[in-house]
């Protein structure tokens, strides 16, 4: 089973592996899969329209729809998949839709879920070490909420609005403006490649319902984008994407350790009032304040969790899964990759010369998506 993670091979299986009978020959596009010329003509490889291939019987679909709102055990996910198939020139049957995002959402629900579960909950762990009860956690969720814009999440804009642009041995944003620059230009070419025009992004309706699944059931969703309607606004949404689900998350995730693990650094929480009136406090109220033994073993082993990588981790910039496979996009990825390797060398030399390093945002150490 060495080529089982092949294009090839994963198209084999619906001939030929332990369930044969999904696959169908497609003579139309279903209209809940709404695919169009552009999306996959890099991987047509006659160099015909999808409308054609589609008579010529080189497409074939496979529509898991019986799996539709089954209900699931607790713990377990099902997702109803939809998968086109093109038969190409050497016979053999190739997924075709493309997903660009596909790597930086690698785990992410798996992860989100487990923290709603485990950490966030009425009960879960923060409730337990912190200070905030179950409820107050609701609260302070929606508290932040408000605070949330979409240009919040673009760094250049966030430094400004909140006028750091100047302060010195800003690591986070020195080191994150550089990311965030990698990123954008890596999108923009990949954005050219793809969509040739403004009316290419306005036409393609994938893009445009992932950005309204976005804001759905959102409160200040007006602080959103509700539709891409260019080029370019499609290159920063993108880069609001994978920045977040990258730099942005390795900066406020992989220090939890570093920080939080020497509890009189950060208390989880207290044990007694703050005093009123300066000069009150001695050792025995210090002591008598910060959390006792279980809730700092506690918080130690969580934060010591929280903070570690996997091995074989995917960094930002590797695409070993290839959803790529045309040239000009293949040659995107390097110049990225190349990129990010230089960043990773200015900030090791800096590193190099300070007592505190700081590494949170190197390329070599940003995994790719929010798996912790
Ligand atoms: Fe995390």
Redesign the pocket.
Known sequence: MQDWNKDDMFGYQFLNGCNPVMIRKCMKIPDSFPVTDEMVEGCLKRGRKLQDELQAGNICIVDFEILKEVPTSKERYLTAPICLLYKNELDQMLPIAIQLLMPHVCFTIA?NSK?REKLISEDGIITKVGSISGAGMVILMQNAMKTLTFKSLCLPEDIKVRGMEDVPKYYYRDDGMMIWEAIHSFVSAVVKIYYDSNKAVQKDVEIQGFVKDVVFGMNNFDKFPKSLNSQEQLVEYLTVVIFTASAQ?AA??FGQFDWYGWIPNSLSTMRKPPPQQKGQVDMKYIMESLPDCVCSSMVLGTVWA?SRTQENERLLGMYPDMYFTEQPAMEAIKTFYNKLEEVTKIIKSRNEKSTLPYWYLSPDKIPNS?A?
């Open positions: 992860i923290a998350h406020v995730n929280l929010v912790i």
